[in-house]
């Protein structure tokens, strides 16, 4: 028997420039009166000034803020565990806010967790790589302002981290970690650096390409209420949200990376990266996404222009879009309209109506913005592709998600066609 319900979840949501100033207001409403806050930031998001002007905000409503500065880029269970430690020592709060991109926001709805919740971490990561375990208790109000506009954590119920020991990117799902109130300021966006807004962008891409044409949420099986998750397959509602993202997204990106002081295409991707984060939210991500985890998981040396150097990266929406071209050539044949239409909306031409019309569209975009060419660049090559294999298969959350049953060597497939894009 087949699947006749699907599900849609979102946050409350203020979006517009000058938003982020209402937040003690916001908080209030919240909490009620005097309490404890616990602001969540990271150190280059707090040199910018944002995090201190809202919880000065916060502290003129009469509620006491303390700020955790300390989140990582692209966190790891250590810098989490570090987060949470803190949290503990420094509570008890009412509320939590988070203020930065997506790993602030993630780090943030960690601390939510185990402030509300006992056990460790690595309970409640997803398995195989952690126990699974669901939350039992509410979480705490949580805030989310995103200065970035790509990875929709502020419209999520994921937790995405580093296991370090392991060397993979997995998380936390739980439809309990979705924001409460997601606070999304345009102007906050505007000190992201180019690469910044090149990697984030193309996750906003991919999050928006993969609910799209994620398998539809009638071709799984029946299901209890007990047994559903947040993410359900694609939808009417998904889809709505997916696809006005990527027609925003064709329209402001290249600006906002060639000109970051362009107020318009800055309000235009902070509003693509809202609609897509509302349509993966409940349809959810797949192959693009699940390879991503260990290209970001086991980079080498690379360290990429606008990041903190202090060790290498590979950011989560150039993991992300480095697989899509060659992703989307293996999923066509489960929906070809879909991508061809996918192609449309960003610009493209979909004349030739053939598998290859989304990928060179996605190539073209990678090239303009200025992303690597490959993963070659990044540092992979072939003999590296079993063992990005292996961590992605790990992601079976994700590849649930995808149209088609992918096997290994669809992966392997997936990876040999990203190493070199031109």
């Not at 000058?18 to 409403?29: F, K, L, N, T």
């Not at 990875?151 to 995405?160: L, N, P, R, Y």
């Not at 007990?226 to 997204?249: F, H, T």
């Amino acid at each position: 028997m087949s699947e006749s319900v699907f599900t849609y979840a979102a946050p409350g949501l203020k979006f517009g420039r000058g938003a982020s100033s209402e937040i003690g207001w916001d908080v209030q409403q919240l909490v009620g009166g005097a309490r404890r806050v616990l602001l969540v930031t990271d150190p280059g998001v707090a040199a910018t000034g944002h995090p201190e002007r809202v919880a000065e905000g916060i502290r003129a409503r009469g509620l006491d803020v303390t700020v955790f500065a300390g989140a990582r880029v692209e966190p790891t269970d250590a810098s989490m565990e570090e987060a949470i430690a803190f949290a503990r020592d420094a509570g008890p709060f009412d509320a939590v806010v988070a203020v930065g991109g997506g790993s602030a926001i993630d780090t943030a709805k960690a601390v939510d967790l185990l402030l509300t919740n006992d056990g460790d971490l690595m309970d409640y990561v997803n398995a195989p790589v952690g126990g699974g375990r669901a939350p039992e208790q509410p979480l705490l109000p949580l805030v989310a302002v995103p200065t970035t506009t790509g990875t929709g954590a502020e419209s999520t119920t994921i937790c995405v981290l580093d296991v370090l020991a392991l060397k993979v990117k997995t998380g936390i799902s739980h439809a309990r970690l979705r924001p409460t109130l997601a606070v999304v300021d345009p102007d906050l966006t505007m000190t992201q650096p180019a690469m910044v807004t090149a990697s984030c962008g193309m996750d906003i891409l991919c999050h928006a390409l993969e609910s799209w044409t994620a398998r539809w949420f009638g071709d799984y099986d029946a299901k209890q209420p007990e047994q559903r998750v947040p993410y359900c397959g694609a939808n009417p509602i998904a889809d709505m949200w997916s696809e006005k993202a990527l027609s925003l997204l064709a329209g402001a990106f290249r600006t906002a990376v060639r000109d970051g002081s362009d107020g318009e295409a800055r309000e235009q991707m902070a509003l693509a990266a809202t609609f897509a984060g509302l349509g993966f939210g409940n349809a959810g991500v797949h192959v693009p996404h699940a390879c991503a985890y260990p290209i970001a998981g086991r980079v080498r040396d690379y360290r990429p222009a606008g990041y903190p150097d202090d060790e290498p990266i590979v950011p989560h929406g150039m993991a992300v879009v480095m697989t899509a071209p060659a992703a989307f050539a293996l999923t066509f044949e489960a929906s070809p309209e879909r991508h061809l239409r996918a192609a449309e909306l960003l610009g493209g031409s979909a004349a030739s109506g053939g598998p290859e019309t989304l990928p060179d569209v996605l190539r073209g975009l990678i090239r303009d913005v200025g992303l690597p060419s490959g993963l070659a660049e990044i540092g992979y090559g072939e003999a590296d592709v079993d063992d990005l294999v292996d961590g992605a298969l790990k992601q079976q959350r994700l590849l649930d998600t995808a149209p088609i049953d992918v096997t290994a060597d669809d992966l392997a497939t997936v990876f040999r066609g990203s190493l070199h894009h031109w």
